[in-house]
């Protein structure tokens, strides 16, 4: 049959991985992720076990349908398919016509081992109702076979025995530039996408893209101004190219450039622009071009938020910082005097652009700051990722595009991960804040000029790890394996000279308190974070003290 669809569909036996797989491929492409199984259990109001106790295998199957032809009649979709799905005739023709058809292939003992020697954190997922009884490993084998013509009547098939999740979803991508499947994102630039229920855009990273700037503008239906915010020293850099390729793509341009440093983070340089928004009478069609690294885009984002009741923005960061963590998410702020980001709102951008080739121009110790954000999250969410830091630490440090370009865009598409599931940091997104505690307590400590961002945050984490070490949660050669990762990128990991009191009273006003208590994250494993609160402040003033040793 002729193929219509863009869809790409991942079938195959529990324990395979489809699930994780299909979210990696949605992630990495910019697509939106369905799990068939997930979507009965909406549809049914109960567990998927719960269903085949009650209702029977019957009705699941019936509620598979309904879900399977809603999907289909969807465009651009990495659907996650339930293992049995495909052996519905009606259901294959469906999917066979709405997309390509990837199998996710494994031996039953990988299978058993996934399932029910593994721990929860792993590729194998809910153990299915149909799996039950003394010999497991027997009815693997024995549903398997009977499901194996079904897993073999697909467009392309890939073994997963010996992959990580990671290395199955670039084999799905490779699977997918060679079948050809319509309007794949593997060629384009977009590195994730992030999806919130004000916002649904795309983080671009890559090299040379600072040209396509005004061109992507126009293909998000922008046209009229465009207000360049930007510091001198990134203004006298790419501020004229900026302006050239937006005055190409037919903008009008205007631009407002702020002295560089957090110290132009506050009220003062906020009221300029306004008075300037205002001189120039800019109204809500225009757009607002934050060009420049964390401090730029905080202030332009901040705002954007407020001036008119909201103009549309797009960050163009160009510190590594910047691109794999400030410019996502929508946190837009300004300084008080008593503390960093207090205040601020929620402001999601219209896109974001990471020009990685404007990295070579940045100062070696802002570079070398930008790593701690980076490195911060392997180590809460993906440990494989930390791992692939640490082994190709040389060619970052060497500014190698291809390989620089895939750390940037992997960090990037974490942050847009836990963006996605929390937009306000009222669950999850509060361990994107690992390190950060100690590392804001510093720098107010010192009034925001002794330490640039990630130096603070490298030694945060430093802390924090040590504090975890110290309640029991983390053991000490995973404290020595992450000191040992920051100081490979040069980071420091201890500090001198600083007022500890100070230290302890900033923390005390950071806005990750909660109810007078300070929410601290942690980590229990490398890749793995959990939040505590209600620690003694002895335990802490102790952390404060190691790291202040030489």
Same mark, same amino acid.
């Given at each position: 049959m002729g193929r219509r669809g863009d869809n790409v569909i991942l079938t195959g036996f529990s324990g395979t991985g489809k699930s994780l797989v299909a979210k990696e491929v949605a992630r990495r492409t910019g697509r939106v992720f369905l799990d068939t199984d997930e979507e009965i259990v909406k549809l049914a109001g109960k567990s998927t076990a719960e269903i085949f106790t009650q209702d029977g295998e019957g009705n699941f199957r019936r509620w598979e349908?309904?879900?399977?032809?809603?999907?289909? =009649?969807?465009?651009?979709?990495?659907?996650?398919?339930?293992?049995?799905? *495909?052996?519905?005739?009606?259901?294959?023709?469906?999917?066979? @016509?709405?997309?390509? *058809?990837?199998c996710l292939e494994a031996s039953p003992q990988t299978i058993y081992h996934r399932l029910f020697q593994q721990d929860s954190s792993g590729p194998g997922g809910e153990i299915r109702p149909l799996i039950v009884g003394e010999h497991p490993l027997e009815q693997i084998h024995q549903l398997k076979d009977s499901r194996q013509p079904f897993y073999t009547a697909v467009d392309w098939t890939i073994h997963t025995d010996v992959l990580t999740i990671s290395q199955v979803a670039t084999e799905v991508l490779r699977a997918m530039k060679i079948l050809g499947s319509a309007h794949c994102d593997t060629s384009s630039d977009i590195a994730c996408r992030v999806i919130t229920p004000t916002q649904n855009y795309p983080v671009f990273v890559g090299d040379g893209l600072l +040209?396509? &700037?005004?061109?992507?503008?126009?293909?998000?239906?922008?046209?009229?101004?465009?207000?360049?915010?930007?510091?001198?020293?990134?203004? $006298?850099?790419?501020?004229?190219?900026?302006?050239?390729?937006?005055?190409?793509?037919?903008?009008?341009?205007?631009?407002?450039?702020?002295?560089? !440093?957090?110290?132009?983070?506050?009220?003062?340089?906020?009221?300029?622009?306004?008075?300037? #928004?205002?001189? =120039?009478?800019?109204?809500?069609?225009?757009?607002?071009?934050? &060009? @420049? @690294? +964390?401090?730029? !885009?905080?202030?332009? +984002?901040?705002? %954007?938020?407020?001036?008119?009741?909201?103009?549309?923005?797009? =960050?163009?960061?160009? $510190?590594?910082?910047?691109m794999v963590d400030a410019s996502i998410g929508g946190k837009v702020a300004i300084d008080h005097r008593w503390g960093k980001n207090l205040i601020g709102a929620f402001y999601q951008p219209c896109f974001v652009l990471a020009d990685i080739q404007v990295l070579t121009s940045l100062p070696q110790r802002e570079f070398t700051s930008g790593w701690a954000e980076v490195i911060k999250h392997g180590l809460i969410i993906d440990g494989d990722f930390a791992t692939f830091l640490d082994q190709a630490s040389g060619e970052l440090l060497e500014l190698n595009p291809e390989t620089l370009t895939q750390a940037v865009a992997r960090s990037a598409a974490i942050k847009a991960e836990v963006v996605t599931e929390d937009e306000k940091e009222t669950g999850k997104r509060t361990?994107?804040?690992?390190?950060?505690? *100690?590392?804001?307590? #510093?720098?107010? %400590?010192?009034?925001?000029?002794?330490?640039?961002?990630?130096? %603070?945050?490298?030694?945060?984490?430093?802390? %924090?790890?040590? #504090?975890?070490q110290q309640l029991g949660l983390l053991s000490p050669e995973d404290v020595l394996y992450q000191q040992t990762l920051l100081q490979k990128f040069c980071l420091p990991v201890n500090f001198s000279g600083v007022d500890l009191d100070r230290v302890m009273r900033a923390m005390e006003l950071d806005k990750k308190v909660k109810r007078e208590s300070i929410r601290w994250v942690l980590l229990d494993r490398i890749g793995h974070a959990v939040v505590r609160t209600g620690i003694a402040q002895e335990d802490v003033m102790s952390v404060l003290e190691e790291l202040s040793q030489p």
């Open positions: 349908r309904q879900v399977v032809e809603k999907a289909c =009649q969807q465009h651009g979709l990495i659907i996650a398919l339930g293992g049995g799905a *495909i052996m519905d005739h009606h259901n294959y023709e469906l999917l066979a @016509g709405s997309g390509y *058809i990837i +040209g396509t &700037l005004g061109e992507k503008l126009r293909q998000e239906g922008f046209s009229g101004r465009a207000v360049i915010i930007s510091d001198e020293n990134v203004f $006298s850099l790419y501020g004229y190219k900026v302006k050239q390729v937006l005055g190409d793509s037919e903008f009008d341009v205007l631009s407002f450039v702020v002295t560089p !440093g957090e110290k132009s983070k506050g009220m003062g340089t906020a009221t300029k622009i306004y008075d300037f #928004l205002v001189e =120039q009478k800019v109204e809500r069609d225009d757009i607002v071009v934050a &060009l @420049g @690294g +964390g401090v730029v !885009g905080d202030l332009a +984002g901040f705002v %954007a938020a407020t001036f008119l009741r909201g103009l549309s923005w797009i =960050q163009v960061p160009t $510190s590594l910082m910047a361990i994107l804040n690992y390190g950060h505690t *100690i590392a804001h307590g #510093l720098e107010s %400590a010192t009034e925001y000029s002794r330490f640039v961002h990630g130096e %603070a945050v490298s030694i945060g984490m430093v802390g %924090a790890a040590n #504090l975890s």
